[in-house]
């Protein structure tokens, strides 16, 4: 429970801050220094990163690390030729003096064409595309332009954690929105959205999602649209997983429905599709009114994407197949066989439909995720996400990764096992084992994992 | 004149804001987007970057442009082949996930290695510096941790406009200092500096200044660190042109004074030591305590720096010689040249000790810098930086940069030289020449730069 910021700053004036072990946590040796320190940094969720970093730092070289969602590129030597040849010409990005403000007009050029032939949406690449140093400059940027301190800003439940640390910075507050899921596919309640939904500034939406791996139906991003338009609302569409679908699913924009063409913000990179997180390139598209004032901020804030990372992103999203960079096909694999090792340890009834994440009950085990996912690494050597900063839900759940090869993942997940069997819980007794072997991504059980109350 | 915040939400409540010319300045057609924007936004310098935008746009294939500060690279052939060789293990860079949230260690030891052998500055990699996208995150990141709404900043007159522009952007004040240079070297009076400290969060140094290319001198920056202490304000000092000292003259860091090693925050990068401003890397250096919040502040805003332009600089500053890719004899003759030019032009009086940048009142000429700068640029296709954003005194200086080649400066100067000459005043006069002509780096004429006043 953070202590409110005019309480805070009261106790910092009265010499008593110092003491709070949510303050010592933070600042270690350097208690005496918090006077200096900002109302934006004396609000950020400093516990809850500290609290994570703790988990962090434990891991070392003998351990398996589950937690990181970067996929693993296939075919290495094969498929760089095209990118790096003739990358000799370096001298002319290293010594280019300062990138235009907007980005390389070829690179968002290059993002307008694959917009239009992944999705056939229609972006002007000179007045509708900014580009920046990845997804969370897109959020950041988009939070500082549209958000004051007090706003509202609706989260479906489980979201990303940067989400709401964002939001949190900003001073502003999150409406979380529960959801479930069938089959993969996300649903929320209407009334909960609606509830949600009055007086937002902005909803962001993630599909395929992290954690779940979960998807909005047509009808559901209708609704999304619906509730938006009826309370002005702006929409912010990370769409970073847009290729990570299985089964031929395809993936459809929310920006795709004519209503919300002008209120959303796609947002997207190279960190998943390309596998380049180190790049730190992505972009973020919208109607030229939302884009004039973003580019305008991120000018004003942190200019400027490294001109090598942009001339090498062109390189890349022309002369390299995306799919082929990144092996899908081991990527699925990977999703089957964890999915059948947590159905062994009864641990997950439903197949996620894309991303690359599972998103696991480890209530019948520990009441809290944070403490789990410690005795997993102490005992273990599992690394694995706490789903504690997702949202409401996730406290009694954690983010397991299988973008990794195949060989850690597999043994990662036999340290999960016997882990659990260790716990001698219902996991390996043989009615659970019965209860969930059956099940498949036909026939799954419906299964609520956000939240019931929401906030 | 900008209107006030809450003045302003007023006006947007009323509906009356979208006819305000400095609203449709910003958002054009877009007007009806109002009601969406941030009061970050609403708060920002966006008339002024609109304005400085009008001037650039202008700009075309037939002008010269001593504008920009971009050092020009000297021997590129010969000095690239150690940087680049080797960066054949790009793939190594490319898919290496996401970067270290403080930066490389390698990068950071390396920064660490060049404070000491540079300026005999002792700083731990580890724990005391951390990776930016260049100074102007470094700023952005200072100011979001230690400053709140309502703050005061002091900047001395004139300062790099990106600092004033940061100030306002988080609500803060800017209390100005006037400043002056005699041979080369910044003054200001004692009693301006007390006055402007008295409350202020911060400080913000920068020297060889831009844009006057004056240095501090021991005393004067003994006098900062004792009213920072006495006021107990943090001393930001930005040294990226921290080699650009021309006749053997050494750069001494604020930092290097025991009483301001606690407080001092430092911020250097390659875009000017070594002219790659496209690479978009910089450091913050300073005690643990202060940059363990920074670095919380960064990750949660904008985290991560290009891995590749990070194993880049690397590479850059273990293998190339920094004397030897700027060519500074080059650069000194060009300071030399500029200097007789703008005497004949009767324009300037004092030669600068550093940087690499002249700045020059045209208050004889015009009364606004903007305007001069316009008509400039339109009668004799020579873009100049107006100083307008520079501080109080801005309004009638202007900013030339003469790290460009010498063949483009020459033909710079003399487009200076015939638009002064068209406009038929002192410039071109018997007297004034000899007034100026006797002067030289040991014989300045004692000039006043700063606003007489400040604020």
Chains 1, 2 share one sequence.
Not at 13 to 32: D, K, Y
Not at 248 to 265: M, N, Q, W
Request: aromatic content about 10%; some cysteine.
């Amino acid at each position: 429970m953070p202590v409110p910021l005019p309480v805070l700053r009261c106790l910092i004036r009265m010499g008593i801050a110092q003491r709070l072990p949510s303050i010592r946590r933070f600042l270690g040796e350097g208690v005496h220094f918090l006077h200096y320190l900002s109302d934006a940094v004396l609000a950020a969720p400093n516990s809850e990163i500290a609290s994570l970093d703790s988990l962090l730092v434990k891991q070392h070289s003998s351990c398996i690390d589950l937690s990181i969602g970067t996929p693993n590129p296939a075919g290495l030597q094969m498929h760089l030729e095209p990118i790096v040849s003739g990358f000799g010409d370096i001298e002319k990005h290293l010594f280019s003096g300062y990138p235009p403000a907007s980005g390389i007009p070829e690179l968002r050029q290059t993002f307008s064409n694959q917009l239009k032939h992944d999705q056939q949406l229609d972006y002007d690449p000179e007045k509708e595309l900014l580009i920046t140093n990845g997804v969370c400059q897109s959020i950041t940027t988009a939070l500082e332009t549209f958000i004051n301190r007090g706003d509202k800003v609706v989260l479906f439940d489980p979201s990303f954690m940067f989400y709401q640390y964002a939001v949190r910075c900003q001073g502003a507050r999150v409406n979380w929105v529960p959801t479930f899921r069938i089959d993969g596919e996300l649903f929320f309640e209407d009334i909960a959205l609606k509830k949600a939904m009055r007086g937002a500034s902005i909803i962001i939406i993630n599909h395929p999602s992290n954690p779940t791996g979960g998807y909005f139906s047509d009808h559901s991003l209708q609704k999304i649209v619906y509730w938006a338009k009826r309370f002005d609302s702006l929409i912010f569409s990370d769409e970073v997983y847009h290729r990570f679908l299985y089964n031929g699913r395809k993936f459809h924009s929310i920006a795709a429905i004519p209503e919300a063409r002008t209120r959303t913000l796609i947002a997207n990179s190279l960190s998943k599709s390309y596998s380049m997180a180190g790049l730190r390139v992505g972009y973020l598209a919208s109607n030229e009114n939302l884009i004039r004032p973003l580019k305008s901020q991120q000018f004003l804030r942190v200019p400027f994407v490294s001109s090598l990372s942009q001339h090498l992103a062109i390189r890349c999203i022309e002369n390299a197949d995306p799919n082929l960079l990144i092996d899908h096909n081991e990527l699925n694999r990977n999703r089957l066989q964890t999915y059948q090792c947590l159905q062994e340890m009864g641990l997950h009834e439903d197949l996620p439909a894309g991303a690359f994440y599972f998103w696991i009950d480890i209530g019948n085990f520990c009441s809290d995720a944070m403490t789990f996912c410690h005795n997993l690494l102490d005992e273990n050597q599992l690394l694995v996400m706490p789903g504690t900063d997702f949202g409401p839900s996730g406290k009694t759940h954690v983010r397991i990764s299988y973008s990794t090869d195949n060989h850690t993942l597999t043994r990662g997940l036999d340290r999960l096992s016997q882990f659990l069997v260790a716990r001698d819980r219902p996991a390996d007794s043989e009615i659970s084992r019965r209860d969930t072997r059956h099940l498949s991504e036909t026939h799954p059980i419906r299964r609520m994992i956000g939240s019931p109350t929401g906030s």
